[in-house]
Each structure stands twice: as C-alpha cells, then as structure tokens.
Nanobody, 124 residues
Framework: QVRLVESGGGSVQPGDSLRLSCAAS????????AAWFRQAPGREREFVSG????????KYADSVKGRFTISRDDDRGTAYLQMNSLKTEDTAVYYC?????????????????WGQGTQVTVSS
C-alpha cells in the first residue's frame, strides 16, 4: 500500500507562486509514475501535469503550460509541482496520484494511489 501526502497549498494573490509536494511512503516511489490533478468547486477533476517513472517524459494541461513545472526526487520519494504566475482560475484542491511504472498519464483511472489533496486559493 502506498500512502501519499500532499503539502504546500495555501492562499495567494494572482501572480504569486507556490510549490506543492507529494511525499510517498516507503521506498517505492522510484518506479512509480506520478501526476497532479485538481478539482475546483462544482467542476470535475482535471489533469494538471504528469511525469513518468523515469522522470524523462512530462505532460501538462494546456491551461498550465509555461507556468507549472512537475519534477521528482526519487531519493526523497517526493514529487513536486512548481506553480508560477498563478491565476484565480487555478483555485482548486490539488491531488497527487501514482502508479507503478506509470507514464504520467492524463487519465485518472490509470492511477492506483491518491493523496487527500491540498487546497490552493488564488484571489485578490
């Protein structure tokens, strides 16, 4: 069983930055792909960014390209989402997900493990 814990959310103003972290339990993260999804009130969950298990292949939603950067540190068993130039429409609960040998897919059904989420609020 893999346990994921997200952190780094908060309330910021438009244009600010945040870095989300997703820490995985155990020493198994090295072979897992990871992704970030988000869900705003009244909206469906949507893909934000994914990274494959090698760390070489990255994917981004069009809405965050050029502003968000996903990365991973296998030694720390942690995935990150650096979010710059935040907009009000980025407000949501952000969830981390992982899958063994995952390719950073944009499909939530491809992931076996999910974190509990961290709130990001962007408002002036």
């Amino acid at each position: 069983q893999v346990r994921l814990v997200e952190s780094g959310g908060g309330s910021v103003q438009p244009g600010d930055s945040l870095r989300l972290s997703c820490a995985a339990s155990g020493n198994i993260f090295r072979n897992y792909g990871a992704a970030w999804f988000r869900q705003a009130p009244g909206r469906e969950r949507e893909f934000v960014s994914g990274i494959d298990w090698t760390g070489r292949f990255l994917k981004y939603a069009d809405s965050v390209k050029g502003r968000f950067t996903i990365s991973r540190d296998d030694d720390r068993g942690t995935a990150y989402l650096q979010m710059n130039s935040l907009k009000t429409e980025d407000t949501a609960v952000y969830y981390c997900a992982t899958a063994l040998s995952g390719r950073g897919s944009a499909q939530g059904s491809d992931y076996n493990y999910w974190g509990q989420g961290t709130q990001v609020t962007v408002s002036s």
